[in-house]
């Protein structure tokens, strides 16, 4: 039984990590089968736009720990380059958008998962703990990198050094999230955010997805180029083509995703 649940409306592809009695913690297995469903999506020409979410009072406690964990870190090095690590990666390279609604908690490696999507919400009852410290562990699943960009060092620091949790309300006070939104009403937000998104020009969206990216450890000379080679690629597609027409007509453009 796969511990990722996967629903589709419409266009949009919708996981819910379902392990919510151990709050969604990330272990071997639950690790493939993200991956595997993330796959599956990717492949699918339909799916234009995919959520992630979690089920029970959770979004992600972070690694599962216990039994051999303590005793063989390098089989911990593994299970991070062989299964956090593509995760994440495959994430950010994705060219279709997702939205991560984050229903409750995110600690450790499960703040990574959540700032691995393009557009992050949370429940109000949310919040976003670097839990390493207090475990005496080091930083894991992109934490180091995705923190500084959002919210700088001085803070990032704070935060890994000491352990404590965010609020919600102060993640998106901060720029770490996108928005809070009541708990009611979190997968409703996250489904029409993505709605809005398969709506859209897929290359577009991708294009400015990799764009974002690369630009981030990139020289202005080197984001210049991009832009207009990423530009030349956009420009060719019948997405350009109707949006142009749309703006001339006065009209919502409709958009097909080539």
Known sequence: MSMVLTERRGSVAIFTLNRPEQYNALDEKFLHDLNTALDIALADPAVRAIVLTGAGKGFCSGAQ???????AGEQVALLLRGGVSPLIEKMRGSPVPIIVAVNGPAAGAGVGLALAGDIVIAAR???????FVRLGAALDAGTSL???RSIGPARTRALALLGEPLSAETAEQWGLIWKVVEDRDLLDEAVSLAQRLAAGP???IGLIKGQI???????LASALDDEATSQARAFVTEDLREGAAAFVQKRPPRFVGR
């Open 146 to 148: 995705f923190l500084q």
């Open 65 to 71: 720990l216990g039994g051999e964990t303590f005793e």
């Open 202 to 204: 897929g290359i577009s």
């Open 125 to 131: 009852s949310a919040r976003f703990i670097l839990s």
């Open 213 to 219: 990216e690369s630009a981030w450890s990139a020289s």
